[in-house]
């Protein structure tokens, strides 16, 4: 990075360099700026005649000399002020290249920045090198690559010392094209004693309409002597289910095994996972059924097969804070040949995860069956993660392994959720109503500006609804924005101004075009004409019910997800 672009820097951010509590600050003072790809509602790829199309649906509904009424008029002046200032800004490549790199408190210093070097063409020069890099980054997105590695220790109770079993090392890469499809490589070499052998997974997916896809895969491992082609079809059969088939075919490229998937969303918490399996002498069924309620899972898996008979498996995982996770799992057989067909305990599981920053996390569990116990420490980067399994031979006592292994970390576990979390809950509790009080008068003012978009665009939704009634098109019955997890506090002075959720049926129903509604993925939903935020730098989620060809649907989405509905018109 050149001067110029330092002191542009520096310029941008000297004010932040002696703030209390930094990464809080900077974390509330984006959450509260403005961001004027919602306010237009689109893509932050936009082309400029997309940026004109929904300027001109806006400033058609909020042009102030559309008005008589004195209030009215100046709110819609303020409106139209904001989307014109939008507009101007997303449309000037270079205004909208300082925009995407500083936000709009490099919009507000631009001026600054231009006098401040009599050489312009330098600025310019320093602009269109952030832009290039811009673009660079939305190229680099559909680009990634990741890697990992598996080193795998065991303890022999006998001989009273740890081996080494087997090392893996693997990298993936995913090249993402709208024309052409997606591809995905993965390259690994796995090493166990003496013996070391090369593996190749590559997989191909391109979509052939709207709702279908065609995927193809290879799979060559070098110790197996041979490979693995799959060909197969991913397609949305309806508004709430999912499913795939495939067929495998070994080198002699005759069928081999074929296989389905079928997903289906029972209700906005359960979800039903149907999976299937046919080759010559075998035959394999499974169902999940997983619900998930504020971000808590509870699993239960039944697999059938003519070789192993029924198993099943329940599987509970919930947060105990908000970057600490904890699983439980049971599982069981009944009628295993290679049991002898007894009924019994297959096995189970403990886990601990925690979010150590925004792109590293650990986890340390125990696996418990009949024949050992297995911990595994795994480190895990956004690019890169180590897992080290450790499993435990021979004739250990449970208790050994409990005292040894167990007994410190759940010891550590309970401190921390009987002791140190209490206190750190009291310590948030005190910084959110500080935080509340501090942005008050902000959020009744938000409310204001909100209730007064609504009342601008209430008459268009009417005759809207009217209209996507006589074709039985998209209707929003509700739309609920905020934190579904809480309940107005009556005891909290801020409740009014804070409430967990707001009610957002007219704004989205205002966004319908063509019986389709698009809220675009990472813009905030907040800065949405006729939104407001409730919850300022919270996580957030929208929850959408709707009808469509008179039926009912439901979707829920986070706050910076794309929401894309009805779901039959899923783009690819």
């Not at 979509?207 to 079809?233: D, H, K, R, V």
């Not at 297995?374 to 435990?392: N, T």
């Not at 989620?541 to 009808?547: A, D, E, H, R, S």
Request: proline share 3%; glycine share 4%.
């Amino acid at each position: 990075m050149n001067k110029i672009d330092k002191d542009i820097l520096k310029m941008f951010e000297s004010k932040e360099n002696d703030q209390f509590d930094e990464d809080q600050e900077k974390d509330e003072k984006k959450m509260n700026e403005v961001d004027f790809y919602s306010i237009l509602n689109i893509s932050r790829n936009a082309t400029d005649d997309e940026i004109k199309i929904a300027f001109k649906k806006l400033a058609f509904t909020y042009h102030p000399d559309k008005q008589t009424n004195e209030e009215l008029k100046k709110e819609t002046q303020d409106i139209f002020t904001l989307i014109t200032l939008a507009k101007d800004t997303l449309s000037d490549p270079k205004l909208r290249a300082i925009y995407d790199q500083f936000g709009l408190e490099g919009i507000e210093h631009s001026k600054a920045i231009v006098n401040k070097y009599k050489e312009v063409d330098k600025l310019l020069q320093a602009l269109d090198r952030i832009q290039k890099e811009n673009e660079e980054d939305k190229l680099i997105e559909s680009f990634s690559a990741t890697g990992s590695q598996s080193i795998s220790l065991a303890y022999h109770h006998e001989y009273r010392h740890f081996f080494f079993k087997t090392l893996k090392s693997e990298a993936q890469f995913d090249i993402k094209t709208q024309k052409y499809g997606s591809f995905e490589f993965v390259p690994s070499i796995t090493r166990k004693k003496s013996l070391a052998w090369f593996g190749l997974e590559t997989s191909y997916l391109y979509p052939i309409t709207q709702n279908t896809e065609l995927f193809l895969s290879n799979n060559y491992n070098e110790a197996n002597e041979g490979s693995i082609q799959t060909i197969g079809l991913k397609s949305l059969l309806s508004a709430n289910t999912y499913g795939s088939i495939h067929c495998a075919f070994f080198d002699s490229f005759q069928p081999a095994r074929l296989g389905c998937l079928l997903t289906r969303q029972l209700s906005p918490t359960i979800t039903a996972i149907f999976r299937g399996t046919l080759q010559k002498e075998f035959w394999q069924g499974s169902l999940t059924l997983k619900r998930i309620v504020q971000k808590r899972l509870f699993e239960i898996t039944i697999d059938s097969s003519n070789l192993g008979g029924l198993s099943g498996s329940i599987t509970r995982d919930i947060p105990i804070s908000k970057k600490s996770r904890i699983s439980f799992s049971l599982g069981g057989y009944s009628g295993l040949p290679y049991y002898f067909g007894q009924h019994g305990f297959t096995g189970a599981a403990i886990g601990f995860k925690r979010k150590i920053t925004k792109v590293f996390d650990i986890d340390l569990s125990m696996h418990v069956n009949p024949s050992r116990y297995l911990y595994v420490i795994g480190l895990h980067h956004r690019y890169q993660s180590i897992e080290i399994p450790i499993p435990i031979y021979s004739d250990i006592s449970l208790t050994t392994s409990l005292v040894f292994f167990t007994l410190p970390a759940v010891t550590l576990s309970l401190i921390k959720y009987l002791i140190v979390k209490p206190l750190m809950k009291k310590k948030e509790q005190k910084k959110i109503m500080e935080k509340k009080e501090k942005y008050a008068d902000q959020a009744r003012k938000a409310k204001r500006k909100a209730e007064m978009d609504i009342t601008l665009v209430k008459q268009l939704v009417e005759n809207k609804v009217l209209k996507e009634k006589t074709k039985n098109g998209l209707i929003i019955q509700e739309a609920v924005y905020g934190k579904f997890d809480e309940k107005v506090d009556h005891s909290d002075p801020f409740s009014v101004e804070f409430p967990p959720t707001i009610d957002v049926t007219i704004p989205l129903q205002y966004l319908v075009e063509d019986s389709k509604l698009v809220l675009h993925g990472n813009n905030k939903k907040s800065d949405l004409l006729g939104f407001w935020d409730p919850r300022i730098s919270e996580e957030k989620q929208l929850k959408v019910t709707y009808f469509f060809q008179n039926r009912l649907h439901r979707a829920t989405v986070n706050d910076i997800d794309q929401l894309l509905i009805p779901l039959k018109c899923k783009v690819y």
